[in-house]
Structures are given as structure tokens and as C-alpha cells.
């Protein structure tokens, strides 16, 4: 039986998710050995052309190039998976928009005319269809493979759509919040991350963008109440995922 | 009101440490309070020296605080965030295998937990399709409960109708004293709470031991805050369905699931296969939800309750109101978990105090 093939795509990111993929140490060779694997630069320099049953994408749409190549990888792609923040919800590079881009592009280039960029930083599903996706900054490796199970055994895969404060519960996380010992984005965030954050007495900082049908904004009167200034609110919401669907992109400029 | 059981022994905190002991020598896995993070939990014990040492907890609506009490109290610390229905009804069993969990022993069990314990039997253990997983736990449980002398103020269990005494469902009861000198008095609730007590080094309680606990009890009652609206509850969330107050609650309520994760009557669940990458190995596993997360009314078609307004009335009207058709009690006892965890401080009392006020003619 012909295995399925698998590529692994990179935008404007950071590489962590698509490492998530290499530090899964002890299902690797299981990993290498149920797919092939044609397209994976994190990885190896064989590249091997489409279609592939399986594209997992990592990143944002920043730039003309990156809106043009993805369409190119969606028809190459039986399912696609968009993986973490970035693909899924802008990333951290999401905060310029709304701000001054040539400003900032003056400051950071010393020939800013050479930078392509498009206006606006976007999540994958702006731009095509996306099967599934992986949330959080970077995607749990647990989460990463109970996707690939799934879509390999013909499952649908078991994503989750509620909060973290779900998971905190489950797995005996005393709540920060009502013990005033962090601010904390958990009621609102989707879970999948297994509480990781809280589990080690660090309010979440909400990686993985708003939990569905979650309204971010109700967590602000439960901060201001415990004492938390609305300029720290508003940093601690600013986070990576400001170009999540149905979130009101808020721009970096006055965040100073 | 009653209270105090016929001729009580009475056992000093040493005589705790020899129940804990004893029931671990019976083979049992004892759980206990303990106190971790901040908070006090539930978890396995190896020892009476676990269990906590003058340690109070201050709770407020979304507010949970530990304290130094200034005596050496082991109970006197209103819900934590975890109940027992955790040892029950695991977070998450398989359940396409056998299992033989060892036996359990419960101590420190409140009354409004007895009586979630109560609720939960309903669920899970009714004929004609209990739940063999729940009963194989449950049935062999030997449950130490104790008088609730200081109520914490989200507790609302007199007005329940559940505490804050005793008054069935245990093996062992005991109600802490702590002024002159730290002891218990215990009574026993079964044949085999009877046997245990037996073995464990006691005296009898004095008629006015047992008349000051009865007072302490009556205390408690009377110096609870809060209270659920009395009146007929069931009917009240029925007329109220299409009550402005839900999308008021809505505006407040973050769908984080807190409520139904800390109460200890909550009791969904939800299925998931899982295989390994090869699909040679195939489990399937049984996991807590909540009527909060959007997938849980997800049938062909999509979500069905896609507001907050609609899941928080879903929750409210099942605990309150429709509990009783289904179960025929209520599914709230009173423990206020879901006042003192919810984030926002939503109130389970003042939104049904709310609800009852809407229908008093202006």
C-alpha cells in the first residue's frame, strides 16, 4: 500500500512548530515510516514535488509571495493543516497591523524600497480553505500527533474548542486567577495545550487564541477587578493572535 | 433539629492518624484533604500527618484564600476546587477495558458532598443500566464524613437542604472540636463503619460533649449567608426561560467551564477513539465535558447552543429545575464551588434570587 505523503510548509514564522514535528523523539522513525515525506526544509534538503496527501503549513501570510505560494500548496494538498499561532491567528507579527509599516520597515531596513510586504498580516484560512487546524505558540506535540493518528486511521481528528480552564480543572491546576496569584487569559483561551502554562504558576498568555464562541473582552472586567491596570490588560491581550478570526486586530502603535 | 447520633466515642487527632493508618492496612487507597498550591485539594494520603493543620480557607464569589488558623483544625476549610467526584467518575477512564481499582476510603467527606455522592449514585448507579465503572468504585468506598461546624461563606447547604450536619450515607461520621482540647467525636453509620471504629483507640463522649457539638452544629446553620430563593425552584427555571437575566449572566459569563468542572454533581462526559500512527492499537477513553464548550451540543448540523445566554440557562435550569424530572432531586447541594471558582464570581443564589424577583408583581 502506497503511504501517504506529507509535506511540511514554512511562511513567515519561526520554525517552532515544524520543530514540534522533529521533537516528537520517540514516535519519529513511527512517523517516518507511516508517511512519506516530500517536503520538509526543517528537516531535509530532499524536496520532492505534489501533490501530497497531507500539507501542514506554519506561518502567516506577511508578504505578495507568501498570499500567492499558499494558494499553490492548497492545490497541491489533499488535506491541509494549519499549525500554530501564526498560521492560525497572525502571530506576534500581527501586531503591525493597524500601525505604521513604513515606519517601522525605516527603522528596521537600511533599504526599506527592497521589503515586499502586504499591508496587512493574515492567518492561512484568509486566504484558502483549511481542513484543521492546530493552535497555540508552538502546537503541543500531543495535539500534533493525535491530528496525524486521526488523518491517517481515517478518524476525524478530536480538536478542542473549549478553554484551558477545562483542562486546569482535569488535571488538578488550582485556578490563579481566584487565588490572585497571576492574571490570566485561561476562561477565554482554547485548550489543547494540556493547562501547560498555569500548571507551572504562569498565568496563560493565550498562545492559542480565543476559545470558540468565547468573547476575549469579558476577561477584561475580571482582570481590572483583581487590580490589573488597563494598560497591562491590553499588552496581555495583545499577544499572538490579534489576527484571529472574529478578534478586532488592534495595531502595536500606542503600546509603547 | 437533631443532630447528635446516639452515644458518639470520641477520638483525639492521634485517633485520626490511626483511621488513616488502619484503612490503609485494610488495603484501601485513602483520599484526603490536603493542602497544595494554594488551596485545599483531595489526593491520596499515606498518613493522618497529611491531612492539613490549621489551615482555613476564606472564599468570596471568583475569591479563594488560605489562612493560618490560629488552632491545629484538620476539616474547618469550606470546598476547595476539587470533589470527590473526581475518584468516582475519573477525569478520563478507558473504557473498552477491564480495570480493578483498588478499594477506596473517603475522609473528610462534607455533608453537601454526601449528598452530591447521593446525586451522583442516581446518575450512575440506577437500574436498569448503572454504571459498572462507577459502581465497582463507588459501592466498595468507605466514606468518613464530617460535620461542617464553620461554613464558609458560599456555602448555602441548610437552604440546600443538605448539611450543614450529617445525616446518612457515611460509614464514620466525626464533628471537629477544637476548644478544649482538639478531638472528634465519631459515630458510626453501618455495620462495617462499626467494625472500624471498634479498632481505634476512643473514649465515649460525654452527654454535654455531644449536646456542645449539637450547638455547634445549629451555629453553622444559622450563620450561613446565602441561601437559594424558597420556592419551588423547578417551576421558577421553567417560567423563566425566556427571562431577560440570561443574556445579563451572558454579559458577565466567560464559557470557561469552571462551574461545571468544580461541581460535584456534574457529570458529562464525552468519547474518544485513539489510535496509534500505525492504527494497529485502538483505545477508547471516556473524558469529563461541559455543557459550556461549543462542541458539546454539536449534532449533525452544527452547534445548537451557540450563545453564552443559552448555555448558562442549560446549566441553571438542568442543576435546578429539570434535575428533578430527570433524577427526581435537585442536582445542586449547596456546596458553592461554583460561586467561589467562577472567575467572573457569577452566583448561582442571587441569579436564581434574580429570577424569583422578575416574577414579584411591581
Known sequence: MRRPSLAVWKLTSCDGCQLTLLDCEDELLDIADAVEIRHFPEATRRDLPGPFDVSLVEGSISTPAEAERIRRIREESGVLVAIGACATAGGYQALRNGADLEAFQRIVYPRPEAIRSLDRVSPVAAHVEVDYELHGCPIDRRALLGLLSALLNGRRPDLPAGSVCAECKQRGVNCLLVLGRAPCLGPVTRAGCGALCPAYDRGCYGCAGPAESARPEAIVPVLRRRGHGDAAIRRLLRGCTTAAPGRDSEGADDDA | ?362
Open chain 2, 1 to 362: 433539629m437533631r443532630t447528635h447520633r446516639p452515644a458518639p466515642a470520641v477520638i483525639d487527632r492521634n485517633g485520626l492518624d490511626q483511621l488513616v493508618k488502619l484503612l490503609i492496612a485494610d488495603g484501601r487507597t485513602v483520599i484526603g484533604p490536603v493542602e497544595r498550591d494554594g488551596a485545599i485539594v483531595l489526593d491520596e494520603i499515606e498518613s493522618g500527618a497529611e491531612l492539613p493543620d490549621g489551615v482555613g480557607a476564606e472564599t468570596g464569589p471568583g475569591r479563594y484564600r488560605l489562612h493560618r488558623r490560629a488552632d491545629r483544625a484538620v476539616f474547618n476549610h469550606a470546598a476547595g476546587p476539587q470533589s470527590w467526584k473526581r475518584f468516582v467518575h475519573p477525569v478520563r477512564q478507558r473504557v473498552d477495558a477491564p480495570e480493578e481499582p483498588r478499594p477506596l476510603a473517603f475522609i473528610g467527606v462534607r455533608p453537601c458532598d454526601l449528598a452530591a455522592l447521593s446525586v451522583l449514585d442516581g446518575v450512575f448507579g440506577a437500574a436498569p443500566h448503572p454504571d459498572r465503572r462507577y459502581q465497582a468504585r463507588r459501592d466498595r468506598a468507605f466514606v468518613v464524613a464530617v460535620d461542617c461546624v464553620e461554613p464558609g461563606a458560599t456555602c448555602f447547604c441548610a437552604s440546600a437542604g443538605t448539611g450543614p450536619a450529617a445525616t446518612g450515607g457515611y460509614d464514620l461520621v466525626l464533628t471537629e472540636r477544637v476548644e478544649g482540647g482538639h478531638r472528634f467525636l465519631v459515630s458510626a453509620g453501618t455495620v462495617e463503619g462499626e467494625e472500624v471504629l471498634e479498632r481505634l483507640t476512643r473514649r465515649n463522649a460525654t452527654r454535654e460533649e455531644a449536646a456542645e457539638a449539637d450547638r455547634a452544629l445549629r451555629g453553622a446553620a444559622e450563620s450561613m449567608e446565602r441561601s437559594l430563593p424558597a420556592t419551588d425552584l423547578r417551576a421558577l427555571l421553567a417560567r423563566s426561560r425566556r427571562s431577560e437575566r440570561w443574556q445579563e449572566i451572558a454579559d458577565r459569563c466567560l464559557a470557561c467551564a469552571n462551574c461545571t468542572m468544580v461541581c460535584p454533581t456534574c457529570f458529562c462526559t464525552t468519547v474518544e477513539d485513539v489510535t496509534d500512527l500505525r492504527g494497529g492499537r485502538a483505545e477508547r477513553w471516556r473524558r469529563w465535558d461541559s455543557c459550556f464548550d461549543p462542541d458539546f451540543s454539536y449534532t449533525a448540523g452544527g452547534t445548537v447552543r451557540t450563545s453564552v445566554a443559552s448555555r448558562y440557562r442549560q446549566w441553571m435550569s438542568h442543576k435546578l429545575g429539570t434535575w428533578h424530572d430527570q433524577f427526581g432531586t435537585s442536582g445542586c447541594v449547596g456546596c458553592g464551588r461554583c460561586i467561589a471558582w467562577c472567575p467572573a464570581g457569577i452566583d448561582i443564589t442571587a441569579e436564581a434570587a434574580a429570577l424569583a424577583r422578575e416574577e414579584e408583581p411591581r
